[in-house]
Every structure is written in structure tokens, then in C-alpha cells.
């Protein structure tokens, strides 16, 4: 772990480095190869005539820009929701947020023929509500509070439900069955930029939000007797962090489809490395979950070419070994 | 005080006691699963009458009538009962070892497990429906994530919390290689493989019930006899070994026999949910007893929902035949909120 500001400065450099090169490679690899001087000509120099220049401009750019917001967001709210449940596997996918908003995006597509993203994100904003209402509440035990095992268990009822309700809106609408089947496994492909930039202002109003709450969510890990006593609203501040986690994976999903995992294991890795204050650990959490889906998408385009794995199965294949250690390394399981 | 019967053998070798309003119940929801049964034999597209239903199967002929119920229907309704019935018995024994009333098969990833490997089979060109191998690939997926899972939580023994939470993190594993495995399917086999994983009766044969039926009768009457050590648990670790339990040895045989009910089931009727998850809900709340109790009442109660939910899929849109597990999440939907409710009111 890096403690001195040095370090933590050339730290979060690196990163920065990191997400450079990871977007660099987003544009530049994948079924057309393009050089570094074509990439560097289509920005500058745009010739219509160039199938390099039209790839990048029309395809690529969009895709990058879109795994870029996706990635930030999904790692951003899976922080801020470990936080909030103090809960090391907490993350918008395993409890039941992604799905709650999937399942409203696909009632939008098929039975109120909603297509663009800036219409669809609000059946998110709506399914991701409900769900986190729902597992809040199935998830306390009486007496107890919040308990870990029992709020995975109640995301992975709320997935379960809201997964077979959408899969039975699908057997029932089977024309629309292809078009969604990619995005339901999570994909960044294929989004207009059009499409994307009626949602911005209002992601960047969050992730802002949960930027200038850093100094609440450090005291949030402390006994909640304790942080009234330091005069800190916790009830406000917690419902202020459930909406910011609300529109982020909201806006993710309704961009993107569902991409577990990245709200998993990026908030670990960044915790590692910069420890647990949330003035280094969050906005570096959006930098390193960028990052990783960035990467994610480009391998995906490479492994099993002229096809695509969806980029939701590879964050999935690389999670699933970190949930599976943090699940059995989790203390107090009783 | 609970009224009960006592049943003892000359010279007290063994003896059983039974709560009479767990015999009652259980009666009561028997005759309403026969009734329910011969309803649904009665309807469908070709319309019959219940009169003639009661005579074809008295005396059976060779007319097309006689087809209808005894090769179509009727095997299609006994799949049902029986896949129902194994769910929630299922669901009972693993809410039991968890300790937790939000473990179901199908969230601990025994159902992901056989949903993984069917749509595997499909994918290298088994057929669904026609191919006699699919419902043993399945069963072997959910035996080999169920070996998995026990392997990776074990640490001195199982712990039925990181049972829990190891289930879950290789469920989404599966779950992203089943998505994988749609995506690169030609459309025509990944409709099929979805709805295989939404739970379908379509097309149920004798040969289907006469393969299906052994795993229930042997796992149902061993978890009969040994429920009791499940009551015995549910006291704590400690005083079930107090109490001169078993406690690993038997949290092995119940997850066994809980993947072997579910596993089975699901086998043959493809990824049926939330029969798991709330069959043993609704029977908790006919009845207080222990899981001994719970077992018959949770099993008759998933045979019911699976039954009502194959007769809509059936019947309601008729010329369409709309897989089983669609109306099972809608029948289970309004009981979790209620659930939801119930929690609440006990906080407040």
C-alpha cells in the first residue's frame, strides 16, 4: 500500500498512464487494425474516404467513450456501495441493482417499443430503485442490522426474480429476442454518441456528488453512534449515497447491459494500493474501473475472432476468482 | 400444545410421532393437488369433457380421446407434480442446512451448474426435446458445481455460510459462460437453450417420468428419516453435537440429497426457479413443526405451483404452448413481496 503523498501522487499518475494506454488500445486494436499515425490522422486530419477513418470515427470512438463512463460508473457505485453496507461483496451486480434496471430496460424494449438510451435510462433509474429498495429491506435482520451473507442472498433472490420476469417478456416477444440477447450479456458496442450525450449531465452531477462526499464516506466506516456523535446526518447522507449508487448503475445499464464484476473487484484493487480513504480510493476507483473495462472490451474483441465475446462474460470470468477468495477469507460469517 | 398421535411398535423398537395438523394439512392439499390434476387433464386444446376424462382413465381405449389424456397429458402433469415436488423439498432441505430462508437451488447454483452443461450439449448439437442425453449431462453439471462448491468451502468441515456465498460467486460465473455459449449459438438453437432455461413440461413422455421417478423415491424417504438431525442443527452447532448428531457427516448427506432432488428436476424440466425458494415459505406458514413435518407439506405445494403454472402456460394461450418456469416467477413474485412485508412488520 502506498502511504507517503509521493508515492500516492506517482501512484495515481501511473494509473492515469494506464488509462491512457487502455483507451489508446481500444481505438486501435480490434477486427481492422489501425497504425498509431492513422489514429493520430482520423483525430486531427478526418478523410471521409478512409475505411481506417470511418472505423474510428464512427465505431471505435463511441465504444471507447462508452467503456470509459460504464467502467467509472460501475466502479464507482460498487465503492460507494461497500461503503454504505460495509460489506466486502457488495457491488451493483451480485446485489440485484443491475437486474432490477435490466429487467425495466426490457419491459421499456418490448412492450413500449423504447430504443435509445436517453428514453431506456429511465426504466433503469426505475428498476435499479426498486431493487435496491427490495434488497435493502430483505436484507436486515431483525435485531442485527445489515448482515453480508444475508444481503447477497437477497441480490441474488431480487437478480432471480427480475431475470425470469425478463426472460419471460422475451420467450413472449421473440422477435426481439436476438437484438436484446447481446446487450442483455453486456455489451459497449454499437452506441451512437448521440445517443450517449443526453445522459452525461446528469452522470457527471453524481459522480460529482460522490466525490465531495469523500470526507462523510470516511467517517461512514466508523460505529454509527460514533459518527452522530460527530455530528455528521447519517440518514441524509446514506439516502444522498443510495441515489448517487442508484443513477450511476442505472446509467451504466441502460447504456451497456449487464457488466457484473467490475463494481466487484476494482474498488478492492484500488483499496490495495491506496488505501481506505476515500479522497484517494474513489476517484482512483473510477480511473482503475475505466481502465478494466477498456481492457476487458479489447481482449474481448481478439479472443475468438471474426465473433465477440460479450464484454460482460469477461468481467464475469475475471471477477469470479476474486469474489470467490474474498468469500472465503470473509470475517465474521457466522 | 400441539396435538399428536404416537405410533409404537410392540416392544417399543421404533416409534413415530405425528402432529395431527401436519397430517391434516398435508391431507388436505393431497386431495386439492388430485382435484387440481384432474381439472387440468380435463383441459386443453383439443376440449374434453371431465366426464370422459374419468372414464378413460377407468377403462382405457384405443381412441384418440384416450391418446390425448394417456400419452400427452397425463405424463406432462405427472412431470409436474413430481418436478415440483422435488424443488420444494429441495429448497426446504437447503433452507434448512443454510440457515437462511433465502437459499433456494437455483441461487446457490446447483441450478446454474445443470444449466451450464445442457446448453453446452446444445451447443455442440445435442437437440432439445429428442436427445435422450441432455437430462444426465445436466445432472452431471449440477453433481460436478455442487462437488465444487463443497470443495471450495470447506474448511474443517462445510460451513454453511461460505456454502452460501461460494455458490453464489460461481452461479455468476456459469451464468456469464451460459450467456457466452447463447451468443455464440446459431438464433434457432439460443431460443431453444432459453427456453430450456426458463423451465418447460413441452413435450413430457413416460420415459421421462419412469427416469425421473427413482431419484425421488429413494431421496425422499432417507430425508424423512433424517430431517430430525436438521431440527437438531437448526438449535446451533453445538447442541446438535450435544444432542449426539453428526453434524458434518449429516450436512453432507443433506446437501446431497438436496442436489440430488434439485438436480434431477431440473434435469428434466429445464431451469425451473423460485419453486425452491418458496415452497418451503408457504409451508412454514400452514404449519409450525420440524422439517420432518415441513417435508411432505413443502413438497405438495411445489407440485401445486408447478402444476398451476404448466396448466396457464398451456391452456391461457392457446395456440401458443408458453413454457412453465414464466408463470412460476409470476405466481412466486406476489409471496416475496409478501415476504418483503413480513420482515418489515417484524423490525417495526
Known sequence: MLTSLLARVSGALFCLGLLLAAMVSSLVFGH???????????????????????????????????????????????????????????????????????????????????????????????????????????????????????????????????????????????DRFESILFWLAGSVSGRDLEAILPLLPLFCLALLVALLLCRQLNLLGLDDEVVRGLGLKVGHVRLLIGLVVIVLAGTSVAMAGLIGFVGLIVPHMARGIF??????????????????LLAADTVARLVIPPQEVPVGVMTALMGTPLFLHLARHLRKVS | MTRSLVLRSPKDRWSVK????????????????????????????????????????????????????????????????????????????????????????????????????????????????????????????????????????????ISPARLVL?????????????????????????????????????????????????????CWPLALIKLRHLDAQSMGEDMAQGLGSALQSHRLLFLVLAVGLAGSAVAYAGAVG??????????????????????????????????????????????RDLPAGIFVAGIGAPFFVYLLYRLRRELG
Open chain 1, 32 to 174: 481492422i487494425p489501425v497504425s498509431l499515425d492513422m489514429l493520430a490522422a482520423s483525430l486531427v486530419d478526418y478523410d471521409p474516404g478512409s475505411l481506417e477513418h470511418l472505423v474510428i470515427r464512427t465505431e471505435r470512438f463511441s465504444r471507447t467513450m462508452t467503456a470509459l463512463i460504464v467502467g467509472a460508473g460501475l466502479a464507482i457505485a460498487g465503492a460507494l456501495m461497500q461503503t454504505l453496507t460495509r460489506n466486502p461483496l457488495a457491488s451493483p451486480g451480485i446485489l440485484g441493482i443491475n437486474a432490477g434496471a435490466m429487467f425495466f430496460v426490457v419491459v421499456g424494449a418490448t412492450l413500449f417499443s423504447l430504443t435509445s438510451p436517453s428514453e431506456l435510462v429511465w426504466a433503469a433509474f426505475t428498476g435499479a430503485a426498486t431493487a435496491a429498495f427490495l434488497v435493502y429491506f430483505l436484507g436486515q435482520e431483525a435485531g442485527r442490522g445489515i448482515s453480508p451473507v444475508r444481503t447477497v442472498l437477497a441480490g441474488v433472490a431480487v437478480t432471480a426474480l427480475f431475470v425470469s420476469f425478463a426472460q419471460g417478456l422475451l420467450i413472449l416477444n421473440q
Open chain 1, 275 to 292: 488505501g481506505t480513504d476515500h479522497r484517494w480510493f474513489l476517484p482512483l476507483s473510477a480511473i482503475l474501473g475505466a481502465t478494466l
Open chain 2, 18 to 157: 405425528l402432529n395431527v395438523r401436519v397430517l391434516v394439512v398435508t391431507l388436505a392439499l393431497a386431495v386439492l393437488l388430485a382435484v387440481s390434476s384432474l381439472l387440468a387433464l380435463a383441459s386443453g386444446s383439443h376440449p374434453t369433457s371431465f366426464m370422459e376424462v374419468l372414464g378413460t382413465l377407468v377403462a382405457p381405449g384405443q381412441s384418440e380421446l384416450s391418446l390425448i389424456i394417456l400419452e400427452i397429458r397425463l405424463p406432462r402433469i405427472i412431470m409436474a407434480i413430481l418436478v415440483g415436488g422435488a424443488l420444494g423439498s429441495a429448497g426446504l432441505i437447503l433452507q434448512g442446512l443454510v440457515r437462511n430462508p433465502l437459499a433456494s437451488p437455483d441461487v446457490i447454483g446447483i441450478t446454474s451448474g445443470a444449466s451450464a452443461a445442457a446448453v453446452l450439449f446444445l451447443w455442440l448439437g445435442g437437440v432439445a426435446g429428442t436427445s435422450l442425453l441432455l437430462a444426465p449431462v445436466a445432472m452431471g453439471g449440477a453433481f460436478a458445481v455442487a462437488l465444487c462448491i463443497t470443495a471450495l468451502a470447506w474448511h474443517r468441515g
Open chain 2, 166 to 218: 461460494v455458490g453464489v460467486g460461481l452461479a455468476a460465473a456459469l451464468t456469464a459462460v451460459t450467456t457466452l455459449l447463447l451468443v455464440l449459438s446459431p438464433d434457432s438453437t439460443a431460443m431453444n437453450a432459453y427456453i430450456w432455461l426458463t423451465g418447460s413440461l413441452y413435450a413430457s413422455q413416460w420415459h421421462d417420468v419412469t427416469a425421473l421417478a427413482p431419484w425421488l423415491v429413494v
Open chain 2, 274 to 319: 423460485f419453486v425452491g425458494l418458496i415452497a418451503p415459505h408457504m409451508a412454514r406458514r400452514l404449519v409450525t413443526s420440524g422439517h420432518t413435518g415441513l417435508l411432505p407439506i413443502a413438497a405438495l405445494i411445489g407440485a401445486l405451483i408447478l402444476l398451476y403454472a404448466d396448466w396457464i402456460g398451456r391452456v391461457a394461450f392457446i395456440p
